[in-house]
């Protein structure tokens, strides 16, 4: 059986993550220009209450998976909330646990902290992590709308 191992970034992780997440937005049909992701990259390391964290899935040492998450502020609470922002699994790695072991370690990360919202939003069309979420999460009914 295969051993799947969660834990957060490392600097000796940017080559696997960029390829990662290049892949990520890749799926999005997007991309990001070179300076987004070297700040991102640093950001990820930075010791800020809200800074984004991130972890990296490594299935049988190989990385299949990351997620990124931060800290913010909320008028609804005295405590912040989480929002887990990027997850993604390689594709040859689905259905392994990868996205799941994910969620649960950015809840761990946030529960430590002592927070218990953990929220994400996809996209309608995304099937595939959409039936992982609807079993590891509650849907809220909440529609998501940008000012660009």
Not at 32 to 47: H, I, K, N
Not at 66 to 87: I, K
Not at 125 to 139: E, F
């Amino acid at each position: 059986m295969a051993k799947l191992d969660i834990r957060p970034l490392a600097q000796s992780d940017h080559a696997q993550w960029r390829r990662l997440w290049t892949d990520y937005l890749a799926f999005y049909k997007t991309t990001v220009p070179e300076d987004v992701y070297a700040t991102t990259w640093t950001r990820l390391f930075d010791a800020g209450e809200f800074e984004p964290k991130g972890f990296i899935a490594l299935l049988d040492g190989q990385a299949v998976g990351l997620v990124h998450y931060l800290y913010h502020r909320s008028c609804w609470a005295t405590v912040n909330n989480c929002y887990l922002q990027d997850l993604y699994s390689d594709c040859a790695a689905r259905g392994a646990g990868v996205g799941s072991a994910l969620i649960e370690a950015v809840r761990d990360a946030a529960a430590t902290r002592g927070v218990g919202n953990v929220y994400w939003m996809t996209h309608e069309t995304n099937a595939t992590a959409r039936s992982l979420y609807d079993k590891v999460a509650r849907r809220t009914g909440f529609i998501e709308y940008d000012l660009l």
